[in-house]
């Protein structure tokens, strides 16, 4: 016991100074800012300028409640996963297969991102749903350029409007001849859209499991029941992504669904996967432990 109004010298509370500051610096690195989910660290400053930019985190959305975020991806499954975020958000008409409704902007307005924060919340169960960026590639072709011809998705080639529908090597050739991060979403590299080297995604399902995936991210966030195990299909009685069911889970370009492993050498030539392999480096990087190789003799 100290003797009331005894003087103790300051060098006396050093080691209750030290004791102090230790467990604030302690505090302080438990709460800094989450690293990066493939190992590049940010500070708060740089995600903070990242976010402000425009369009920085468009495809992540809120669903249930904004307790759980989802980053969709073009060209993988992306309608499906719309209509799943809309009936998880309470749409009245989430399951229509009408492109108007589907992509309903004002919806989708109120469950973006706001505050860069939340994207590094814990307490926030993100979600994203990768494809081998080849399928994806050519996936987006066949969907987008060679039927749909929207030739107003290409960049200027050589400063030049694409006015004629490219061969599919002409596609790649267009693609490589501007920074690759600057395409339509629908060919834009999936780690840039969906900011994977800075987002701590909870679970990152490949597409070619994304059945199992998905349901394991909604049990993971007590959904599932509600929203994943039935009401899906043209009947009603599906569950989401269920393999069995072809209108809405394979919802898109059905009448040009070849974008199998045994169909690729129907466009690809061993020269033309290499440049995809360098094209979208970043993205097999980032999906190699998912099995997404760039061997040529996996594809063709």
Not at 51 to 70: E, G
Not at 130 to 154: H, W
Not at 267 to 291: I, N, Q, S
Request: net charge positive.
């Amino acid at each position: 016991m100290f003797a009331r109004g005894r003087q103790f010298p300051l060098s006396s509370y050093g080691w209750l100074v030290g004791f102090v500051v230790f467990w604030i610096a302690v505090l302080l690195f438990q709460f800094r800012p989450a690293s990066v989910s493939l190992g590049i660290k940010y500070k708060s400053k740089d995600l903070e300028d990242r976010f402000n930019q425009p369009n920085r985190f468009s495809q992540l959305l809120y669903v249930a409640n904004r307790t759980a975020l989802i980053c969709r991806l073009p060209k993988v499954a992306s309608t499906a996963q719309m209509m799943l975020i809309r009936r998880m958000n309470g749409a009245p008409n989430w399951n229509s297969t009408l492109n108007s409704e589907i992509r309903d902007r004002a919806g989708r307005t109120s469950n973006k991102v706001k505050k860069w924060k939340e994207v590094l919340n814990p307490a926030i169960k993100k979600m994203v749903v990768v494809r081998n960026p080849v399928n994806r590639l050519l996936s987006g072709y066949l969907d987008k350029i060679l039927k749909s011809n929207r030739l107003s998705m290409l960049p200027k080639s050589n400063g030049t409007t694409v006015t004629e529908t490219p061969s599919f090597e002409e596609f790649v050739d267009i693609l490589d001849s501007v920074p690759i991060d600057t395409v339509d979403k629908h060919f834009r590299p999936q780690v840039t859209l969906c900011r994977m080297n800075e987002i701590p995604y909870d679970m990152v399902v490949k597409y070619e499991d994304r059945q199992t995936g998905v349901r394991k991210f909604l049990e993971s966030i007590g959904m599932w029941e509600e929203f994943g195990k039935d009401g899906w299909g043209p009947h009603g009685t599906s569950a989401f992504f269920e393999k069995t069911e072809s209108i809405v889970m394979d919802y898109g370009p059905r009448d040009l669904a070849i974008t199998e492993e045994k169909d690729l050498s129907e466009y690809y030539t061993a020269e033309l996967l290499e440049r995809v392999f360098r094209l979208y480096e970043k993205d097999f990087l980032a999906m190699e432990h998912l099995g997404y190789t760039r061997e040529v003799g996996d594809y063709i």
